[in-house]
């Protein structure tokens, strides 16, 4: 399975802040917020990536995060000239997923959770149709809203319901086989001319091949679209690190305790690291694994 990270777009929603660097290079608390979604796609097991963004912010992704080589990625890159849609994203990465399954997954997303890494991969196991997620609101008004049966086959999925059918809204991780290429070149348009990601989704609802797998306590989903929830996900991951003393989404450490790095390129970062936080966070995994003894 590969993965794809859709960080285009202008956020607006967040001007001024986003009117010289894109949205996912903000921070959330000591880390770029495309660090998030890029660490769900590696605790899925999924290692080759495609980054898609604008012309204008792509060079700043490729200093950031580079071909993945230094944490046992492969990361590609390809522009999106101008906001088409979700789905549009199966078009740009036609090449990229050839003949394999696909995990979208939204630049702005932020998953947080115990038991995330065993749900993702459940959902890698996927070898035909589609599943979206599931998560809890308490007004599922301003989201996507699915409906599902007790075998989790999903009934219906509406946006922005005026009266929800259920209080879970569908977040922004999707899981796709290979068919979903050609169902995005299928979509028309939406009035915003957008090439929807629910019309894909109704599609494989249609073929009674899209299924649901719900979050349910202890799961965080962040949206941080606003400044608002920009500040709520920084204190979020604050308070996580604060008090339990583990990082969320250091890519490095993933890399490490998924073996896709050996212990010495992970001590190499480390050191490279160690006059910040973020490096001796690093060398403290290494010290408590007993690295060298």
Request: overall charge negative; some cysteine.
């Amino acid at each position: 399975m590969k993965g794809i990270i859709l960080a285009g777009g202008n956020g607006t929603r967040l001007y001024p802040m986003t009117k010289v660097v894109s949205k996912q290079l903000l921070p959330i608390y000591d880390k770029p917020l495309i660090y998030y979604p890029l660490s769900v796609l590696m605790l899925a097991g999924i290692r080759e990536i495609l980054i898609i963004s604008t012309d204008l912010d792509k060079p700043a992704y490729e200093r950031l995060l580079g071909n993945g080589d230094s944490i046992g990625l492969k990361i590609s890159y390809t522009v999106q000239e101008r906001p088409r849609g979700l789905a549009d994203a199966f078009i740009l990465g036609e090449s990229f997923i050839g003949s394999d399954s696909v995990c979208l997954i939204l630049g702005d997303n932020v998953f947080y959770g115990q038991d995330l890494t065993k749900v993702l991969n459940k959902a890698t196991e996927l070898k035909e149709g589609a599943i979206i997620f599931g998560y809890p609101v308490k007004d599922a008004r301003a989201f996507g809203v699915v409906e599902f049966n007790k075998a989790n086959n999903v009934v219906s999925i509406e946006e922005k319901p005026e009266n929800p059918k259920s209080n879970y809204a569908v977040p922004g991780i999707y899981f796709y086989d290979n068919s979903v290429i050609e169902i995005a070149k299928n979509v028309k348009p939406s009035i915003r001319g957008e090439i929807e990601i629910t019309s894909v989704n109704n599609k494989y609802l249609e073929n009674k091949k899209l299924k649901v797998i719900l979050l349910g306590r202890g799961m965080a989903w962040l949206d941080t679209g606003t400044p608002e929830g920009l500040l709520k996900a920084a204190e979020y991951v604050e308070a996580v690190q604060s008090r339990q003393g583990f990082y969320i989404a250091c890519l490095e450490e993933i890399a490490w305790r998924r073996g896709f790095i050996s212990d010495e390129q992970f001590m190499a970062i480390g050191e490279s690291l160690k006059m910040t936080d973020y490096g001796q966070y690093v060398l403290s995994l290494l010290l408590e694994s007993d690295f060298g003894k």
